[in-house]
């Protein structure tokens, strides 16, 4: 297993961690610029979901157990579903798609299949 794909344990917390600092960065700035048209919450909400995904092919990818249930429970915990539906983002790439659906329908037998689409894709791109 390459390094890039290796499992990263603590990824999901450095996340959060990272997520808090974007949020204090964006709020001071705006606070500093005087800027009140944009809300930097939603910014750091949109910046979040696509962080999670980078969470969530970490945990998909892993075959350590307890990674497919612990995918589900990061989507339910951060709220990921309710995010998508109020910023309506989407993505182009079919393997973000993937997992904005899963993060809509978060379930186990669906991050099963999705670690599955992900062997079959680093295969091909290994071959």
Known sequence: ESMVHAYDRGLYENVRLLDAV???ILQEKF???GIA???PSQMADREKVWLMTYVLKNEIRSTEA???TRAVRICQKE???EMLEKY???AKAPVNRML???MRHPGKMLAWLDRKV???YDQRQNA
Request: no cysteine; net charge negative.
């Open 100 to 102: 904005l659906f899963f």
């Open 31 to 33: 606070r500093e610029e």
């Open 37 to 39: 048209e944009v809300d």
């Open 118 to 120: 992900f062997e079959f």
């Open 88 to 90: 309506r983002l989407q």
């Open 22 to 24: 974007i949020r204090n």
């Open 66 to 68: 307890g990674t497919l």
């Open 79 to 81: 709220q990921l579903k």
